[in-house]
């Protein structure tokens, strides 16, 4: 990750940013998934997809969608680094609450300097992972794997670990997994779907607050792995 910079526009960013977390699951992103993730029309989509495969940073696979190359990745892998920092010393130095973060970083991540970067690491003691528990890329490009499902996803009477929340929309959600307890590192045991409710109930394992009912829209932004 020590090449140099390519110059970027914001919105190559972005959209290298969204595309890489979009593939994170899935081998390819559809332009319709693109589109949603950015709330932009179908349309800008297939103009930057064209300019961005010209730039050699994705391949088009045709009737599936897009995939980064490893330039693609790379430059992804900086903006997301960039990101996750800034979110951590917002939050650490600066005292920002940890839903407040994500739209100061996605202005700031597009015109700091990698070496102010790497100076923000430093004083973190190079934190592997931001506040919302999603991993930190390291100067030299490389990001743990992430192989999580959503709390959704688990199956009555489950005990999962929270690793981690989508802290892409609204705070709103934030807010509440805050006050509910549902944060990175606490161990949930689900104890029951509501029937045609869209809801589970869980138990926060260690928590003084008995068991509780997440709705669905919640569930599928807390990333959990299952104690094995």
């Given at each position: 990750?020590?090449?140099?910079?390519?110059?970027?526009?914001?919105?190559?960013?972005?959209?290298?940013k969204t595309i890489f977390s979009l593939t994170e699951r899935n081998e390819v992103?559809?332009?319709?998934?693109?589109?949603?993730a950015l709330d932009v029309q179908p349309a800008s989509v297939t103009g930057m997809v064209k300019r961005l495969a010209g730039a050699e940073l994705l391949q088009h696979i045709p009737y599936r969608g897009v995939r980064l190359t490893g330039k693609g990745i790379r430059e992804a892998l900086r903006v997301i680094r960039r990101h996750r920092i800034l979110e951590t010393y917002l939050?650490?130095?600066?005292?920002?609450?940890?839903?407040?973060?994500?739209?100061?970083?996605?202005q700031l991540e597009h015109a700091a300097s990698e070496n102010l970067i790497d100076r923000m690491a430093v004083a973190l003691e190079n934190p592997s992972h931001d506040p919302h528990g999603s991993p930190i890329p390291t100067s030299s490009g490389e990001i743990e794997s992430v192989d999580f499902t959503t709390l959704a996803e688990a199956t009555e009477g489950e005990r999962v670990r929270i690793r981690a929340v989508d802290d892409d929309k609204e705070p709103q959600g934030l807010q509440s997994m805050e006050a509910r307890g549902l944060v990175p590192?606490?161990?949930?045991?689900?104890?029951?779907?509501?029937?045609?409710?869209g809801r589970l109930v869980v138990r926060i394992e260690g928590g003084t607050e008995g068991e509780q009912s997440v709705g669905d829209d919640l569930a599928r932004r807390i990333f959990v792995t299952p104690d094995t």
């Open positions: 990750m020590k090449e140099a910079r390519a110059t970027l526009s914001p919105s190559v960013e972005d959209y290298l992103a559809s332009t319709s998934s693109i589109a949603a939050v650490q130095q600066l005292g920002y609450l940890w839903d407040d973060v994500h739209d100061e970083a996605e590192g606490v161990w949930v045991r689900v104890k029951s779907r509501v029937p045609g409710k």
